[in-house]
DNA sequence: GTCGACATGTAACCAGTTACATGATTAA
DNA sequence: TTAATCATGTAACTGGTTACATGTCGAC
């Protein structure tokens, strides 16, 4: 008898096994996580879909539930991975499928039909990206000495890694805001 | 009496106001065109899409529709620009309200998880990442040089510009990409 | 004679969002 | 007393995908 059938889940599912093999969570705690960490590479979601998706997991038996009882605080439920979890986690990991990442800019499709604006307002649209960006990369340089300053309980290697990612792909943007805008000023 | 309301559209429908303002074009011409162009930096619809789009805004009164009759060819229906669709499209590019990019890379989803990983397998898949950006460098660096080679007909400024981003990110991807195997070969 | 380009569309599906709903505790 | 944090969920909606459906022409 072949195992239950395991449908192949959307990889949301495989970012929310991924957080809980750092620690069993809760759907709140997933939320504030996700935003921290992932979101800065991938996406965070909305809490409404991180409920419905650790009902699904539960269900296809990738994690356990315990619900636990606080009188300061309300109830929560506390998820953690299966051996079936961390299975499939590291069988998704470890796949040999590549997925393109993808990259959607709406600042670059306004400058693509750039013909139809006023060159004053895309220019500044350029200026309030680089505005961004440089905030943005602050915040990943912050977090990057965070992480070189952490104890020895815990490997930084891979979060070392998305963090660095993350400052390269900030930089291009910071470069290509201010080509772009020296570009646009010295047209007539 | 007030003008129809106008229900804000998604970024979709001006991404097609958009390449419609080049020039009028039929749902295919238009998937054509789009996965040549904003795909690179934004996105690419589905072709249903792309129907259902057209749809709405013919209703929205923002493009008109002609029939074309061909005898060696299917019969077409080429959609242009209304002065109302003009003006709609031009009101977007130069809106102030600025809009964060979005990056979703699942190797850096993976590399995250990189503890659950084999550590051969994250290496192989850093790999192919490498190749296929070198291949997408490129391909944009052949598109810039096009570009470059264009006749004084058309005003490549903006579409150069998306290049060149396409170009500075597909960069900080191959950085990225040969530091992370660089450092991950490098473990114990 | 088969494949790819041309050309448009429908149907079924699902991933994901926002808004709504509830309610306790704690700090300003 | 007002707002933020903790905590979980439902309902309504839409954006977008894939698969299916149809049919001609020209090139190999």
Tied chains: 1, 2.
Aim: charged share 25%; aromatic share 10%.
């Amino acid at each position: 008898m072949p195992p239950a059938p395991l449908a192949d889940l959307p990889q949301t599912s495989f970012a929310i096994l991924g957080m809980l093999s750092f620690e069993p969570m809760s759907g709140y705690d997933l939320k504030q996580f996700a935003d921290k960490s992932i979101s800065h590479f991938y996406w965070s979601p909305a809490k409404s879909q991180i409920y419905t998706e650790l009902r699904r997991l539960k269900k296809a038996g990738l994690v356990t539930e315990e619900h636990i009882e606080q009188d300061a605080r309300p109830d929560k439920r506390v998820y953690a991975l299966t051996p079936e979890g961390n299975r499939r986690l590291s069988e998704w990991v470890d796949s040999a499928d590549f997925e393109q990442h993808m990259f959607k800019s709406n600042v670059m499709l306004r400058v693509f039909f750039g013909k139809s604006a006023n060159q004053k307002s895309l220019i500044e649209l350029l200026r309030h990206n680089l505005t961004f960006e440089r905030e943005q990369l602050a915040e990943l340089e912050a977090m990057e000495q965070q992480c070189l300053a952490s104890g020895p309980n815990y490997d930084p290697t891979f979060t070392l890694l998305t963090i660095r990612g993350g400052i390269e792909f900030t930089k291009a943007s910071i470069r290509w805001s201010e080509e772009s805008i020296k570009s646009l000023e010295s047209r007539v």
